[in-house]
């Protein structure tokens, strides 16, 4: 079983930048789909970026297009989010998660199966 854990949040002003980090351990997870998903305060986890097992698939939700990245580095078991111009609406709490290949054909929070703990992201404005 593999476990997943989320690094790299923290407090920054409006227009800073953060990059999250998702590390896996107990096994690889580099034949798998991984997902970020964020999740603010009385508010439903929400699709944020999600890439294939290669890195050759990325998706984003429309929201933090052009503004966050995602990529992954199989070779140290480690997906990254990397996040630009962050507005105060992005203030969440964001998760990584790992799926099957067909989670990225819904980027449905219910199709992907390990998630980590989460880490506080905080955009001050």
């Known amino acids: 079983q593999v476990q997943l854990v989320e690094s790299g949040g923290g407090l920054v002003q409006a227009g800073g930048s953060l990059r999250l980090s998702c590390t896996a351990s107990g096994r690889t997870f580099s034949s798998y789909a991984v997902g970020w998903f964020r999740q603010a305060p009385g508010k439903e986890r929400e699709f944020t970026a999600a890439?294939?097992?290669?890195?050759?698939?990325?998706y984003y939700a429309d929201s933090v297009k052009g503004r966050f990245t995602i990529s992954r580095d199989n070779a140290k078991n480690t997906v990254y989010l990397q996040m630009n111009s962050l507005k105060p609406e992005d203030t969440a709490v964001y998760y990584c998660a790992e799926g099957p290949i067909v989670a990225l054909t819904t980027l449905h929070p219910a199709d992907f199966r390990s998630w980590g703990q989460g880490t506080q992201v905080t955009v001050s404005s």
């Open positions: 890439i294939s097992w290669s890195g050759s698939r990325k």
